[in-house]
């Protein structure tokens, strides 16, 4: 692909982050403006905890149809951040450090008990995009990580400074992702801009990450219905012990 | 599942390695006892890089099964020892170095040209497998590594003591394999006698280990076929420039 087509599918996939990234949906909105209650907080961790798990899953799925040894080693460091070399260490764990500070156990976490189904249905689809889309569109969808540190700096700043039952040690998850989501990121446009060389191409690069903005934006609007308003928590999902604003 | 049953289930399992590792295969048996041609031995190479090649993505498939964190991060360490942590030092970069060295081209032999169709298949049902059978029989499909120690030993000092072409630099893949697979298959053994609860648990452990060594058994047998005996290599597939014996 040329260099102007190349900038002009960068262009366009920024402007996607811009519209559509889930630091505009109005759950995120609610927590950086100190607004949650820690019963709606815990809710918001405990389901995306599922997201946190299948991201290595996804990650794997993507391996698995890598036939270049290269590419694979890459993508594999994905994983690695996600599992960790040893207990506790990689993300996964760091994410159920907080759920565990947040009160939850650390056994019902890693059961998924209470998670929304709306949360499982859009985390199962991003996987399944994965494994049935072209190389190209799988690769792509992992493009929202060019707009992380965004949301990130904004949420950890926010959460430490309006929610006196959080603390640093609890968000330890994001400090390591502020350096491995812009490496990721840098990797996946690298790819998605050498390799999209026709129109339909990069269409399906914008699309498969519109669908991604989809995936997280959706995780967000089930936790507003769930817990925020109309706050019609579904059977079975978690019901925080302490409804309402806690802070 | 009691200690009895456990033990009886590694006693059947290496039962089968006896009677059904491709250890017995009449072409490793040529092999062995030095009775292959350099053009024979090329073929095996070019064959095998195949399966190689399929081995992180097998294991890549099975990662993306995983829920558990702890598990994956055990199961990653095969795919990492394929593909090394650079360039040329996993487990496909030395096969790689073996096939430049028996006289391949690096890209002829990446680009998969000259594959025999029946090697494909076969190894293209092992990935299969371990996609859609019970995550107990695709680990209990790895258990062939159980033997590999056996028909490594055996392979490579009948090959340095047999066969003019070929030195230790070539063939030393199989260095760390004498320590990696061991490794691997005392998991999987552990694995597979922890969670075959039941009988019919076992049996699925052992008709995977079965499926397993026809995999490999068969792709010998397309190797015996096509450039051995009848020696009718199908169309597409990689002939010798010198075929007989040359050593």
Chains 1, 2 share one sequence.
Request: proline share 4%; net charge neutral.
């Amino acid at each position: 692909m040329n260099q102007d087509a190349a900038a002009d599918l960068e262009r366009r996939l920024r402007e996607i982050g811009e519209q559509r990234y889930h630091d505009k949906h109005p759950f995120h909105v609610l927590m950086r403006d100190g607004r949650l209650s820690k019963g709606q907080i815990q809710a918001w961790a405990l389901n995306r905890y599922y997201y946190q798990s299948r991201i290595p899953i996804k990650d794997s799925t993507l391996m698995a149809r890598l036939v270049d040894p290269e590419l694979r080693r890459v993508w594999s460091q994905r994983v690695v951040d996600h599992d960790g070399t040893r207990e506790g260490q990689g993300g996964i764990g760091k994410w159920l450090h907080l759920c565990e500070r947040l009160g939850f156990s650390r056994d019902d976490v890693m059961a998924e008990r209470g998670i929304l189904p709306a949360t499982r249905f859009a985390v199962d689809a991003y996987i399944n995009f994965v494994r049935e889309r072209s190389l190209l569109e799988a690769i792509a969808s992992s493009l929202t990580e060019m707009f992380a540190p965004r949301i990130i700096g904004e949420r950890v700043s926010a959460m430490l400074a309006r929610y006196d039952f959080v603390d640093a040690d609890m968000l330890s998850y994001f400090d390591a992702r502020l350096t491995q989501a812009p490496r990721d990121a840098d990797f996946a446009l690298g790819y998605v801009k050498e390799h999209a060389k026709t129109e339909e191409q990069r269409q399906a690069v914008c699309d498969a990450l519109i669908f991604k903005t989809d995936v997280l934006w959706a995780q967000l609007d089930a936790l507003y219905f769930a817990y925020v308003e109309p706050a019609l928590t579904p059977p079975g999902a978690y019901r925080p012990a302490s409804p309402g604003r806690s802070n």
